[in-house]
């Protein structure tokens, strides 16, 4: 029988982390992530996980050793945030590469300068090539779940790719929300162990990473790009099995009071919530709104979102992340070229917002919408919201 | 050759994750193909001495049954340490033609 307990969602994702029988820990702790570690080293110092924990002296020694880890077959998770995702950057590509499915939780925080260690989502735009399942989250049980899934889908034999889970630096990380946790039994029923079909071997030696002139080069990155792509139809497999057994369910782009609406929010994370409070406000107003969330970033989930969205006059998104000297932030160039080939399609504006820890409340989610029709009347395509002039 | 030749391989034929399944598969590998110059030997000054093959970063100077040394063009990147090395002068680095 499934259990409902209050807990601050970084423990909840150790726990996660404990359900899932993971062999290897490898972490470096950092805020906002480091209460997700310090609870994994707990749980093995305690024995109440038989894993190796290892404390590495940085996060490019803690992605090295989970690569390591999981290319002996050892089912392999760590949890990092910010700077120390940066500072993993080369072996996040070198991780996924060579097809190694570590699962990772990333509690999204600001790059510095100026230093901060509140949320947004730089952290993640910066890693959004490296060739990793990317999944956001909006709330601590949905957290939860995707750690599970994200073993599931990356272990896929079909897949074989590592996972992010994404959620929200503090406002995410540090909340205590009442969680569901399953049963072993139930976990252990969707979560299979985990077996590598060709792992590092001294009996059956093979090559990993090796060395690749221009000959071959392209033909790697090609069924790379053909696997990452592929995945998807797993992914969905994957979360409508959790749906049968948890009654849970999760879709690569989530639609919310959308029906109809001539005017669409488009959030990802997990201001998505507050998001959708403004919503229910306006349409009680009488306003013709409605709000779309993305929760699969990698791979894009370019059919999903045109259905999305097709129907609308003016989309609006809004995130958490600057590409500088861009011409949008990250997700609304990535919406807007999903949708510039379409003959039906809404006019796309870009809201920034929420940068390095900055709230962004119901009634702040209201006068986005409210800027955003006037953007859209106005040929203005992009604006950083809040800033005091 | 045991391998299939890299440019016939698609990318289908890639193992996951681009792993090469076969061990030693290197030597398949004709590093030669960068040389654009080539040690030539003169034996009738060689001792014998194999500081060539000592020093050869390629490992790729063979002993022959006569006790002289010659190296494996197939591997041979014509660096010119072997020249550099031998005390009786015996090899010379002449460009590659062609």
Same mark, same amino acid.
């Given at each position: 029988?499934?259990?409902?307990?209050?807990?601050?969602?970084?423990?909840?994702?150790?726990e996660a982390a404990k359900l899932a029988k993971v062999d290897v820990v490898a972490a470096y702790p950092i805020t906002p992530q480091t209460h997700v570690v310090e609870h994994l080293a707990e749980l093995v110092a305690d024995g109440e996980l038989d894993a190796v924990y290892i404390p590495v002296e940085s996060e490019h020694s803690a992605m090295s050793a989970c690569l390591g880890a999981s290319a002996v077959g050892a089912r392999t998770f760590?949890?990092?945030?910010?700077?120390?995702?940066?500072?993993?950057?080369?072996?996040?590509?070198?991780?996924?590469?060579?097809?190694?499915?570590?699962?990772?939780?990333?509690?999204?925080?600001?790059?510095?300068?100026?230093?901060?260690?509140?949320?947004?989502?730089?952290?993640?735009?910066?890693?959004?090539?490296?060739?990793?399942?990317?999944?956001?989250?909006?709330?601590?049980?949905?957290?939860?779940?995707?750690?599970?899934c994200a073993f599931r889908i990356g272990e896929d034999k079909r897949v074989l790719l590592p996972v992010m889970v994404h959620l929200d630096g503090f406002h995410l990380s540090h909340m205590i929300e009442p969680i569901l946790f399953p049963d072993q039994s139930e976990v252990d029923k969707f979560l299979p162990p985990y077996n590598y079909p060709l792992p590092l071997d001294p009996e059956k030696p093979v090559t990993m990473g090796a060395f690749?002139?221009?000959?071959?080069?392209?033909?790697?990155?090609?069924?790379?790009?053909?696997?990452?792509? /592929?995945? #998807?139809?797993?992914?969905?497999?994957?979360?409508? =099995?959790? &749906?049968?057994?948890? !009654?849970?369910?999760?879709? *690569? $782009?989530?639609?919310?009071?959308?029906?109809?609406?001539?005017?669409?929010?488009?959030?990802?994370?997990?201001?998505?919530?507050?998001?959708?409070?403004?919503?229910?406000?306006?349409?009680?107003?009488?306003?013709?709104?409605?709000?779309?969330?993305?929760?699969?970033?990698?791979?894009?989930?370019?059919?999903?979102?045109?259905? /999305?969205? #097709?129907?609308?006059?003016?989309?609006?998104?809004? =995130?958490? &992340?600057?590409?500088? !000297?861009?011409?949008?932030? *990250? $997700?609304?160039?990535?919406?807007?070229?999903?949708?510039?080939?379409?003959?039906?399609?809404?006019?796309?504006?870009?809201?920034?917002?929420?940068?390095?820890?900055?709230?962004?409340?119901?009634?702040?989610?209201?006068?986005?919408?409210?800027?955003?029709?006037?953007?859209?009347?106005?040929?203005?395509?992009?604006?950083?919201?809040?800033?005091?002039? | 050759?045991?391998?299939?030749?890299?440019?016939?391989?698609?990318?289908?034929?890639?193992?996951?994750?681009?792993?090469?399944?076969?061990?030693?598969?290197?030597?398949?590998?004709?590093?030669?193909?960068?040389?654009?110059?080539?040690?030539?030997?003169?034996?009738?000054?060689?001792?014998?001495?194999?500081?060539?093959?000592?020093?050869?970063?390629?490992?790729?100077?063979?002993?022959?049954?006569?006790?002289?040394?010659?190296?494996?063009?197939?591997?041979?990147?014509?660096?010119?340490?072997?020249?550099?090395?031998?005390?009786?002068?015996?090899?010379?680095?002449?460009?590659?033609?062609?």
């Amino acid at each position: 029988m499934a259990k409902r307990v209050g807990m601050e969602v970084s423990l909840a994702i150790g726990e996660a982390a404990k359900l899932a029988k993971v062999d290897v820990v490898a972490a470096y702790p950092i805020t906002p992530q480091t209460h997700v570690v310090e609870h994994l080293a707990e749980l093995v110092a305690d024995g109440e996980l038989d894993a190796v924990y290892i404390p590495v002296e940085s996060e490019h020694s803690a992605m090295s050793a989970c690569l390591g880890a999981s290319a002996v077959g050892a089912r392999t998770f760590t949890a990092t945030a910010g700077q120390g995702l940066e500072l993993m950057h080369e072996v996040l590509y070198v991780t996924a590469s060579m097809q190694l499915p570590v699962v990772m939780a990333v509690a999204n925080r600001a790059l510095s300068a100026p230093l901060s260690v509140w949320g947004d989502h730089s952290d993640v735009m910066a890693v959004r090539d490296t060739g990793w399942i990317q999944i956001f989250t909006e709330n601590g049980q949905e957290v939860f779940d995707n750690i599970l899934c994200a073993f599931r889908i990356g272990e896929d034999k079909r897949v074989l790719l590592p996972v992010m889970v994404h959620l929200d630096g503090f406002h995410l990380s540090h909340m205590i929300e009442p969680i569901l946790f399953p049963d072993q039994s139930e976990v252990d029923k969707f979560l299979p162990p985990y077996n590598y079909p060709l792992p590092l071997d001294p009996e059956k030696p093979v090559t990993m990473g090796a060395f690749a002139p221009p000959i071959i080069y392209s033909e790697t990155k090609k069924a790379q790009e053909v696997n990452l792509a /592929a995945a #998807k139809e797993v992914i969905l497999q994957c979360w409508d =099995e959790f &749906a049968s057994i948890f !009654g849970r369910r999760y879709l *690569p $782009v989530e639609s919310y009071r959308s029906e109809q609406a001539k005017v669409l929010l488009l959030t990802i994370g997990s201001f998505s919530e507050t998001a959708m409070v403004a919503i229910d406000k306006m349409r009680e107003e009488g306003q013709d709104v409605g709000l779309v969330r993305l929760r699969l970033w990698r791979p894009f989930p370019t059919q999903e979102l045109r259905q /999305a969205v #097709k129907d609308a006059d003016i989309l609006i998104v809004f =995130e958490r &992340a600057l590409s500088l !000297g861009g011409q949008a932030g *990250p $997700v609304c160039s990535e919406v807007r070229s999903a949708l510039y080939n379409e003959d039906k399609k809404p006019k796309v504006v870009n809201i920034i917002g929420g940068l390095g820890g900055r709230d962004v409340t119901v009634a702040g989610f209201e006068e986005v919408i409210k800027r955003g029709i006037r953007m859209a009347r106005s040929k203005q395509e992009f604006e950083i919201f809040g800033v005091r002039e | 050759m045991a391998f299939k030749n890299e440019s016939e391989v698609t990318w289908k034929d890639l193992e996951i994750g681009s792993i090469v399944v076969e061990p030693g598969s290197a030597d398949q590998y004709e590093t030669g193909g960068w040389r654009s110059q080539r040690p030539v030997y003169d034996n009738t000054k060689c001792n014998k001495c194999g500081l060539c093959y000592i020093y050869c970063p390629e490992g790729c100077i063979e002993q022959q049954e006569d006790g002289y040394f010659e190296p494996n063009l197939f591997y041979c990147k014509g660096c010119g340490i072997c020249a550099h090395e031998c005390p009786k002068d015996v090899i010379t680095i002449v460009e590659e033609e062609g």
